[in-house]
């Protein structure tokens, strides 16, 4: 058998404050209805003041330590100190340095390799692919991969459709290494991008074209924008084609695949990629209503309430994908294994 990483805890973490629907109305020129029809979403968390992507990247890592130790009581050849954190964010809680030294430290994890991956949306399934490949190359041995991100600080407050759709949050795995074969094996990756999309999904402020410019930014620059309507479409395509050529390499056919969890941007849009596949409705995993669309946290807090849920079952054939900034995409490919959850996130 060859050297595989084999994902072994799982956690999650969203901040206490919830914004209904109601009242996002009661402060826009919006309403629950037009979001939930063209959203699918409910309800988001945000950060209180004071609050940021590391706290919750260290609560949501700390439950999924918490899985993989329970995981591990049963016997479990790869047990082992983390020795890597990967952490997906877009919303870093300084712009230098990373993030995921800090979140280490806090986890009492030693002097272990760390580091930020940035692809926005897509940022889970690129930190995955890169811890599990570091795991295989032999580089590393345990590592925690973390989605965290806080759009609710990026997003401009008068701006209805970006507050509709994204809230706050963060999801863990913990992946060690193991055999190809094993319940958990990462078994594929596909991963791409599209730098020509770069405007579509972005902040133009605070980074090096603006700040070598002396002066302050362009009102406005700081928040995050999105350009809906095209944004929309390539999530539907970029998802479908990168599922499908991900299928095709691990040798699965998408009837074949019991739940596919992709980005939790849009019901409509997971709809799509669902009719794209030729996929039923309980094969899709869908957690935005509660949620939102919380970024590089989407793909593991869907996880984890699919887990919580019931719907999500050791054996079962998982498919991940997502998409986001940049732009990017890509999909993940494993057998779900027997795991320790803890409870529920709220
Ligand atoms: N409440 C009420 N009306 C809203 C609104 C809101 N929160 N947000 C936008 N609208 C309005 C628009 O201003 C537009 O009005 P107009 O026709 O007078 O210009 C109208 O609704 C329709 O806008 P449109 O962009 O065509 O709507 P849509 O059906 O495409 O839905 C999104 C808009 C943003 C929900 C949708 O395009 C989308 O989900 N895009 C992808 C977002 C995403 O997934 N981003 C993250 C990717 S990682």
């Known amino acids: 058998m060859s050297r595989a990483a084999v994902l072994c805890g799982l956690g999650g973490a969203l901040p206490e404050r919830i914004v209904s629907n109601e009242e996002l109305a009661a402060q826009l020129d919006t309403s629950d209805r037009w979001i939930r029809t063209r959203t699918g979403i409910g309800q988001r968390h945000v950060v209180a003041p004071g609050q940021s992507t590391s706290d919750l990247a260290v609560q949501a890592g700390a439950q999924a330590l918490a899985s993989a130790r329970g995981t591990a009581d049963r016997p479990d050849p790869g047990v082992g100190p983390v020795d890597l954190v990967v952490l997906a964010t877009s919303t870093p809680d300084r712009p230098c340095p990373a993030t995921a030294p800090d979140v280490a430290h806090r986890l009492g994890l030693g002097n272990v390799a760390s580091f930020d991956v940035s692809a926005v949306c897509t940022g889970f399934v690129y930190a995955l692919a890169t811890a599990a490949s570091m795991i295989t190359a032999g580089v590393a041995g345990r590592a925690l991969v973390i989605g965290a991100d806080t759009f609710s600080t990026i997003l401009d407050p008068a701006d209805r459709t970006t507050r509709a759709i994204f809230g706050d949050g963060a999801g863990a795995v913990v992946l060690r290494a193991g055999e190809a074969g094993e319940p958990g094996a990462l078994l594929g990756f596909d991963l791409g991008s599209d730098g020509s999309g770069a405007d579509l999904i972005t902040v133009r402020a605070g980074g090096s074209r603006q700040r070598s410019v002396p002066g302050p930014a362009a009102a406005g620059e700081e928040f995050f924008t999105m350009d809906g309507r095209p944004v929309f ?114």
């Open 233 to 346: 479409t390539r999530a539907v395509l970029d998802m479908s084609r990168s599922s499908q050529s991900l299928l095709e390499r691990v040798g699965w056919s998408a009837a074949e695949v019991d739940k596919v969890v992709a980005h939790q941007a849009n019901i409509r849009i997971l709809n799509a990629v669902g009719e794209q596949l030729g996929l039923e409705e309980k094969q899709i995993v869908a957690n935005l209503d509660r949620v939102g669309n919380t970024v590089a946290a989407s793909i593991p807090l869907a996880l984890r309430d699919a887990v919580a849920g019931g719907e999500l079952q050791p054996g079962h054939r998982v498919l991940l994908t997502g998409f986001g900034g940049g732009l990017t995409w890509g999909s993940a490919a494993l057998v779900w294994p027997e795991l320790e959850t803890g409870r529920p996130h709220r």
